[in-house]
């Protein structure tokens, strides 16, 4: 089944202790791309991917980390997790070009207390 | 990236027809996505529009004018299951990559 696979689903940790979101997709795809979603504030983009070994700061990257050696993973990293950082995070991805649109993991819901 | 606006909630009576609007930067732009996000659920893609027109695809229906920088999703026959989030994202410059608005929230009552 074609898909994105983020995990852990669930995940509350204490401030400063560092944590990783990791994300898999099995449909070859270019793109992946990382958002975090707030009431009120809608999906914004943290950072995103274009291919193997290139990414890109979003719209709010301060605080996070990704990298892209392989295809097929595009983990988040959070360094030193502050509760600001308590969010609903969703890792995506698409093909290269064209009306694909993205598909979204199924998110990962983090509290940083 | 794109500066999208659209309606922050609507609300509507099952069987009617529904439209929600959303507006976006002109400059650079590629096209525009309209995804549904069921509450506690990830966004699901509904429609890709690059060209000025209608496209439909059964209850639901998606607008573009490039000229305006206006798109909408029109959703028809409401059922109750259409409750939930619509968010509209664009692209521009040279990626692929979607700016998304805040979302509309639909409530559809009996």
């Known amino acids: 089944e074609a898909q994105v696979t983020q995990n852990p689903r669930y995940l509350i940790t204490v401030t400063g202790k560092k944590l990783t979101v990791t994300c898999s997709q099995n449909m070859n795809h270019e793109y992946m791309s ?16 274009m291919n193997v070994e290139v990414t890109d700061k979003g719209d709010v990257p301060e605080g996070y980390k990704v990298s892209r050696k392989e295809k097929r993973n595009f983990p988040l990293i959070l360094e030193s997790p502050s509760p600001n950082q308590t969010s609903l995070y969703f890792c995506a991805s698409s093909k290269q070009q ?9 998110g990962t819901r983090l509290t940083v207390v | 990236g794109q500066n999208i606006d659209q309606p922050t909630e609507m609300t509507a009576t099952e069987g009617a027809i529904v439209q929600i609007n959303c507006t976006y930067q002109t400059s650079g732009f590629n096209g525009l996505f309209w995804y549904q996000q069921h509450a506690g659920e990830a966004p699901t ?10 496209e439909e ?3 639901f229906s998606s607008f573009l004018s490039r000229s305006k920088g206006y798109s909408y999703l029109l959703l028809k026959e409401l059922q109750m299951k259409d409750s939930a989030s619509y968010l509209c994202a664009g692209t521009s410059g040279g990626s692929y990559i979607p700016t998304f608005g805040r979302g509309t929230s639909l409530i559809v009552h009996p």
């Open chain 1, 98 to 106: 064209g009306n694909y649109g993205y598909t979204f993991g199924s």
């Open chain 1, 34 to 49: 990382w958002y975090r979603q707030d009431p009120g504030l809608g999906l914004r983009q943290i950072y995103y991917s």
């Open chain 2, 57 to 59: 695809k059964g209850r």
């Open chain 2, 45 to 54: 893609f509904l429609s890709y529009n690059v060209l000025d027109g209608l």
